[in-house]
Nanobody
Framework: QVQLVESGGGLVQAGGSLRLSCSAS????????MGWFRQAPGKEREFVAA????????YYADSMKGRFTISRDNAKNTVYLQMNSLKPEDTAVYYC?????????????????WGEGTLVTVSS
């Protein structure tokens, strides 16, 4: 089992930045790919970004490329999501996830471990 705890959500104005953190525990975290999903009010959950266990491979949803950056620090068992140029439509609950297989992030329903989520609200 892997336990995931997100932090860093909050209220930010449009055009601003926010960095989310996810602390992982329970297994050797570097053996797990990690990623972020989000769910806006009234909408389906959508993929945001993923990073391989070593951090050498990243994968982004097209709408996040250039604005969001995923990174990880395996010494701290933490993954980050730096979000810049935020828009009101980025308002959502952001979920940290982990899975032994990076390839499962191409098939989100296969991702095994999920945090409770952290709310990001972007005001216009």
């Amino acid at each position: 089992q892997v336990q995931l705890v997100e932090s860093g959500g909050g209220l930010v104005q449009a055009g601003g930045s926010l960095r989310l953190s996810c602390s992982a525990s329970g297994r050797t975290v570097s053996n797990y790919a990690m990623g972020w999903f989000r769910q806006a009010p009234g909408k389906e959950r959508e993929f945001v970004a993923a990073i391989s266990g070593s951090g050498g491979i990243t994968y982004y949803a097209d709408s996040m490329k250039g604005r969001f950056t995923i990174s990880r620090d395996n010494a701290k068992n933490t993954v980050y999501l730096q979000m810049n140029s935020l828009k009101p439509e980025d308002t959502a609950v952001y979920y940290c996830t982990a899975d032994p297989s990076f390839n499962n992030y191409y098939y989100p329903w296969r991702v095994n471990y999920w945090g409770e989520g952290t709310l990001v609200t972007v005001s216009s």
